[in-house]
């Protein structure tokens, strides 16, 4: 028996585990170059996105080192790389400002719980298929608010504080507009077009990191020998530890939880939807297969241990995965040498990043910012039907003007409700009295072109789900249907794919209306799953088996029958 088969059945298959089976040299060989690489890639972002979480340079290393590595060895996919990302920023620096760190452990760790949950439920598969303008939308708001955050250290602006709301920040820009720093400034710009134009020279070798080397080495010259000292570096501002932290004990209380849960939710959603649409760009590439359940209880596993240790939410790195597969990773070995060479480096190299300026960092973050932001996928959007534009573009604007958990939740709602809309609409409900045309029919039997309804006989169907977006529609239109009352009704679902428990109460109490009115019903076309949910209702023995049909020739054989019925009765009473 597997390791990871049990009696639950769980649906947990690291895939460090089933690949061993089939790891050769050549493929450790292929792993180790690509990891090396990708723990080099990764070392400038880690450092840049812990900075604008609100946590100190070092945080964002512990976060791309313990996640990174728990997201390789339990994970689902073959070639993520686990760590800090961009999506977080603003929700992470909202926890810390509103909660302290202290706040953010509990939210992160609570995302972790929420996230094996979610594994343990089965529920990758549902989570991938998160409305497409919501993505956009929340993901092209995160990219601005990025942007907008990065304006003080990129022009080096003399500000005492930062507020925290994203039309307050660009007034108070406004009034500091004057102090800008032409040294910072010029190495924010410089940094810019190093990370556009390197790749152009070298492939190997990230931008980010270039811009990172050069631009210290020069601001740490015009520091230390030319006495420019008004160029601002990490160390100005931070005190760099090159260790790993001690374990402290996360402060988790009612009180918190209640404070901290939406939190909680917005990043276990965020950090779901984000490592999901990795594995699966990644999948399209490499023609492996992920285990989206294995995935999010990886993730959360992470985003359990990181805390515990000070770091920040984990969750995929899509940029960094891509680089992994370019580079030839194939396997999780990749991505835990990553881990180990960003280890490596804040053992041995972690006190030279206080050396790095900060202007670079918001350098590195303005293109982070503008790769996320799908500006031109944002544009074609909005040409899409108004239902889709109507959620792109309130998910953007309450992740830019609000915060980026009432953007989730309510862009969610949003699409439900859009869609549920959409549904209804596209959903029919007929009355057929006389005839049925079967031309076209999938029902049609021999050179059976129509079928004569018999007299007192009436068929409704519903073209649809039966759900509780059409199941008052059709209870409007079964009560007043007009014209002669029937004797028989016949319910035909042939294309009812399901039904909700508000279509099942709708259909039990047409049979109650319709057994006090002396009318019989019949379905016709039900399906194995709606017959099941039936007899576990108990309205299949109500409305009796024999007049629950597979397609509508049995339905009016069975008709026929009831009419006999009815006839040799009341010829009884006349004896």
């Known amino acids: 028996m597997s390791l990871f088969n049990s009696k639950v059945n769980l649906d947990f298959k690291p895939k460090l585990f089933t690949q061993f089976k089939q790891y050769s040299r050549e493929k450790f060989t292929a792993d180790l170059m690509a990891g090396i690489i990708v723990g080099i890639v990764a070392l400038p972002l880690a450092i840049a996105f812990g900075i604008a979480s609100g946590v100190s340079p070092e945080k964002g290393l512990i976060t791309a080192i313990i996640g990174g590595f728990i997201v390789s060895f339990l994970g689902g996919s073959s070639v993520q790389i686990g760590g800090p990302t961009g999506a977080f920023i603003i929700i992470v620096y909202g926890i810390i400002q509103q909660f302290g760190i202290g706040g953010l452990a509990v939210a992160t760790f609570l995302a972790g719980l929420m996230l094996i949950g979610m594994g343990l439920l089965r529920l990758g598969t549902v989570i991938k298929f998160m409305p497409y303008p919501i993505i956009v939308g929340f993901t092209s708001g995160i990219a601005l608010v990025i942007f907008t955050t ?22 108070a820009y406004g009034k500091a507009v004057t102090t800008v720093n032409i040294g910072s400034l010029t190495v924010g710009l410089l940094s810019i077009l190093l990370i556009i134009y390197t790749p152009k020279f070298i492939k190997k070798i990230p931008g980010s990191l270039v811009a990172i080397i050069i631009m210290t080495v020069v601001v740490y010259i015009l520091k230390n020998y030319l006495g420019v000292n008004g160029i601002e570096t990490i160390g100005d501002r931070f005190e760099i530890k090159a260790s790993l932290p001690e374990p402290t004990i996360i402060p988790i209380s009612w009180e918190n939880i209640n404070l901290l849960l939406p939190a909680a939710f917005t990043i276990a959603m965020l950090g779901a939807i984000e ?19 294995t995935e999010l209880i990886a993730q959360g596993t992470a985003n359990l241990v990181t805390p515990i240790f000070g770091g920040i939410p984990v969750t995929g790195a899509i940029a960094r995965t891509m680089t992994n597969i370019n580079n030839g990773g194939r396997s999780p070995v990749a991505g835990i040498i990553h881990a180990l060479v960003l280890l490596l480096i804040l053992l041995f190299l972690g006190p030279l990043t206080k050396h ?104 409704y169907e519903i073209d649809g789900p039966f759900f509780f ?32 428990s508000t279509g099942l109460h709708n259909l039990e109490s047409l049979y109650r209306l319709s057994d006090k009115e002396g009318i019989q019903l019949v379905l016709s076309g039900v399906n194995d799953k709606i017959k099941v949910m039936l007899d576990k209702s108990g309205l299949a023995g109500k409305i009796g088996k024999e007049n629950i049909c597979s397609n509508i020739n049995e339905a009016l054989e069975r008709v026929g029958n009831i009419q006999i019925q009815k006839t040799a009765y009341k010829g009884t009473d006349l004896i």
């Open 150 to 171: 990065q304006m003080k250290d990129f022009f080096g602006l003399d500000m005492e504080s930062v507020p925290a709301d994203f039309v307050s920040k660009w007034i």
């Open 275 to 293: 490592s999901l649409l990795s594995a699966t760009v990644a999948d399209g590439i490499t023609g492996d297969r992920q285990n989206s359940n």
């Open 356 to 459: 790095i300026p900060m202007a670079c960092l918001a350098g590195v973050l303005i293109i982070v910012s503008y790769n996320m932001s799908e500006w031109r996928t944002f544009c074609s959007l909005l040409k899409n039907p108004k239902s889709d534009v109507i959620v792109l573009l309130v998910t953007f604007f309450l992740t830019v003007i609000f915060d980026l958990t009432i953007a989730i939740e309510i862009g969610i709602l949003l699409a439900m409700v859009l869609l549920v809309k959409r549904i209804s609409e596209t959903s029919n409900i007929s009355v057929i009295k006389d005839e049925l045309n079967m031309e076209t029919d999938a029902e049609k039997t021999a050179d059976n072109d129509k079928l004569i309804l018999p007299k007192g006989v009436e068929v």
């Open 469 to 500: 977006g059409i199941a008052n529609k059709f209870e409007a239109n079964m009560r007043w249907a007009g014209g002669k009352r029937p004797k028989i009704r016949i319910i035909r679902m042939r294309k009812v794919p399901f039904m909700d």
